[in-house]
């Protein structure tokens, strides 16, 4: 077992000096708070609900596999993908109700503005690679676009809608960003 961490004292993830990260925050990124865009312009058709269970008791959770099947691709196309999250067991019992692979998740540190701590936490994970980082709560804080316009290996911040999750046009720029920097995008491009 691979006992390295970062260092900020987060897990180091297997392969990180080469190997995209996504990062997510997984109830943003992959569930609607209420569906709102359920039946608008922009939301899906193939809306779903499951049952997970949370400190209160259950919980249901609207999610569409249009966006659940991004992670799926982004491992298969060889990216790590890593939930940033606040309460590491929910994302955990989250991503097994939405049939989801285990994925390394990091609780951010402790810090008086919560996004500064995401902040903390992303900058150990992601080191010199290439970052897709999805996350409602960090999208417009000026610490973190700054730090992103300064890294040198590409990187690109969305925001999610707490109501949508990822809209069908965001699945859209995941789907090219996975193309351009997954290693199999990559390797397909190094042999043509």
Same mark, same amino acid.
């Given at each position: 077992?691979?006992?390295?961490? +970062?260092?900020?004292?987060?897990?180091?993830?297997?392969?990180?000096?080469?190997?995209?990260?996504?990062?997510?925050?997984? +109830?943003? &990124?992959? &569930? $609607?708070?209420?569906?709102?865009?359920?039946?608008?312009?922009?939301?899906?058709?193939?809306?779903? $609900?499951?049952?997970?269970?949370?400190?209160?008791?259950?919980?249901?959770?609207?999610?569409?596999?249009?966006?659940?099947?991004?992670?799926?691709?982004?491992?298969?196309?060889?990216?790590?993908?890593?939930?940033?999250?606040?309460?590491?067991?929910?994302?955990?019992?989250?991503?097994?109700?939405?049939?989801?692979?285990?994925?390394?998740?990091?609780?951010?540190?402790?810090?008086?503005?919560?996004?500064?701590?995401?902040?903390?936490?992303?900058?150990?994970?992601?080191?010199?690679?290439?970052?897709?980082?999805?996350?409602?709560?960090?999208?417009?804080?000026?610490?973190? &676009?700054?730090?992103?316009?300064?890294?040198?290996?590409?990187?690109?911040?969305?925001?999610?809608?707490?109501?949508?999750?990822?809209?069908?046009?965001?699945?859209?720029?995941?789907? &090219?960003?996975?193309?351009?920097?997954?290693? $199999?995008?990559?390797?397909?491009?190094?042999? $043509?």
């Amino acid at each position: 077992m691979d006992n390295r961490t +970062t260092q900020d004292g987060n897990p180091a993830l297997p392969g990180v000096e080469r190997r995209p990260l996504w990062l997510i925050d997984v +109830t943003d &990124t992959l &569930t $609607s708070a209420s569906g709102a865009g359920r039946r608008g312009r922009n939301g899906w058709a193939d809306w779903k $609900s499951v049952a997970v269970d949370a400190i209160t008791g259950s919980t249901e959770v609207l999610y569409s596999p249009s966006v659940t099947a991004l992670v799926h691709e982004a491992l298969a196309s060889g990216l790590d993908v890593c939930a940033l999250d606040w309460e590491p067991d929910y994302a955990a019992r989250l991503l097994d109700a939405l049939a989801l692979p285990r994925l390394p998740i990091v609780e951010p540190g402790s810090h008086s503005d919560p996004r500064e701590a995401k902040l903390q936490a992303a900058r150990g994970l992601a080191m010199n690679r290439p970052l897709l980082w999805t996350d409602s709560e960090v999208g417009a804080h000026a610490a973190v &676009t700054k730090w992103l316009r300064h890294r040198r290996s590409p990187s690109y911040l969305m925001a999610p809608s707490n109501d949508l999750s990822l809209s069908p046009s965001m699945v859209g720029v995941v789907r &090219t960003w996975i193309g351009t920097h997954a290693p $199999s995008a990559i390797a397909g491009k190094a042999s $043509s």
